[in-house]
């Protein structure tokens, strides 16, 4: 599936938000509660998948530029 680049660029950041987002309904619910450390949880992997997707494209776009094999390049 093709997305447009700045939707594509905004999807760690995304992950990100929904981390934190999943953490504080987590907090504001209380941590005595079952759902609370679903949400926490969720969080905790959501803020770990965000960081993820970044570390890899940036590795990816790094050993791009090193090996002159960037789209601006081939063309």
């Not at 941590?31 to 803020?47: K, N, T, V, Y």
Request: aromatic share 14%; with cysteine; glycine share 10%.
């Amino acid at each position: 599936m093709w997305l447009p680049t700045p939707l594509y660029e905004l999807i760690p950041r995304f992950w990100l938000v929904l981390g934190f987002l999943f953490i504080a309904y987590g907090i504001y619910l209380g941590l005595d509660l079952p759902p609370s450390l679903g949400a926490l949880i969720m969080g905790f992997f959501c803020i770990v998948y965000g960081i993820g997707i970044a570390l890899i494209r940036s590795r990816h776009r790094q050993t791009e530029s090193e090996n002159g094999d960037s789209p601006a390049t081939a063309q």
